[in-house]
């Protein structure tokens, strides 16, 4: 069976590195590009740690540095209480020595689509700033690429609607007019949201087993997410442990029956006190709103068998 080509965009960040782990570590992968964006750190920061991650994970495809800010307006300060200053938890980090592909980050995604019409899967899990651009350079790359899977939005599902306002999820509330450029786009999409990306919880009992049996990359992830870990319990957002935001987008991809969804066209508010909502009109209910009218039904994550997908993340790392 050919593998699944892949194009990770990305602003790592903790989650986005554990996501890249398990790209890289699965057998059924072709990963051909990672593209950094501004987000859980500036552009440099995201783009150093993607090239870092590149020579610790050993994987050969080119990484092409991004957008450095949103389509509108400035980037907000990075998350630093998230994430550490470094992006990475704040773990010591080696001399880099892989190098950014020469093309910026929407070039590249153009070329790998050109050259593979059909059978990219991109996923992405920032700000979706990038993807926006790609379709800029080239309007007809959409209906060129096999499925895009994206970490961001919340839709009130399961009790999650915000994790940056009470309506918005950091990927689309770092650039709101891209997403709603990206999910009106005709390129087959689900949306995997903080709905289901809440409800996968990696204990701290999960990442010792891990440490313990997946060998230096079960140690990595034990190393990064430390810092991680310790956001979410100190803020009460879990007793025990941390999402897994940016492999539940992964997860998906490989495996889509691990989800539940609804399918519906979604559009992203722009300004107001809702800036960053995310907001399905479900494909059967019937209404008068015409700006959903003309767009794109697209996936919207709803359910997870989370213990599912946990078994799937550590048996990858641990067999690999
Ligand atoms: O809201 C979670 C998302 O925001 C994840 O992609 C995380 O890496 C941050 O970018
Ligand atoms: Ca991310």
Avoid at 70 to 99: C, K, M, Q, R
Wanted: glycine share 10%; charged share 20%; hydrophobic share 45%.
């Amino acid at each position: 069976m050919a593998r699944l080509k892949v194009i990770f965009d990305t602003d790592p960040g903790v989650d986005d590195a554990m996501a890249l782990l398990l790209l890289a570590r699965h057998p059924d992968v072709e990963l051909i590009g990672v593209t950094s964006c501004f987000g859980n750190g500036s552009i440099d920061t995201t783009t150093r740690n993607a090239l870092f991650l590149k020579q610790r994970f050993g994987f050969a495809a080119p990484v092409a540095r991004g957008a450095a800010g949103p389509l509108v307006g400035d980037a907000s300060e990075p998350p630093a209480f998230v994430h550490g200053d470094n992006g990475l938890g704040n773990i010591a980090l080696p001399p880099i020595t892989a190098v950014a592909d020469p093309r910026p980050a929407a070039q590249l995604i153009v070329d790998l689509v050109r050259a593979n019409p059909g059978q990219v899967t991109i996923i992405a899990v920032g700000r979706m700033t990038n993807l926006a651009l790609a379709l800029k350079l080239d309007p007809q790359i959409d209906a060129l690429v096999k499925a895009l899977v994206v970490m961001g939005g919340a839709f009130g599902r399961n009790g999650h609607t915000g994790n940056v306002t009470p309506v918005a999820e950091a990927n689309i509330i770092g650039d709101p007019a891209a997403a709603d450029i990206v999910f009106g786009a005709r390129w087959p999409t689900t949306i995997v949201g903080l709905d289901v990306t809440m409800q996968s919880i990696m204990t701290a009992a999960y990442v010792e087993a891990l440490a313990r049996d997946a060998g230096e990359d079960g140690k990595f992830v034990a190393a990064i997410t430390d810092f991680y870990a310790n956001f979410y319990t100190s803020t009460g957002q879990t007793s025990d442990g941390l999402p897994v935001h940016d492999s539940s987008a992964v997860a998906y991809a490989l495996h889509p029956e691990f989800f539940t969804v609804e399918r519906g066209p979604v559009r992203v508010i722009s300004g107001g006190i809702a800036h960053g909502q995310t907001i399905l009109r479900p494909e059967k209910k019937f209404d008068h709103a015409a700006d959903w009218n003309g767009r794109p039904s697209v996936n919207v994550c709803v359910g997870v068998d989370s213990a599912a997908f946990l078994a799937f993340y550590r048996e990858t790392l641990t067999r690999s």
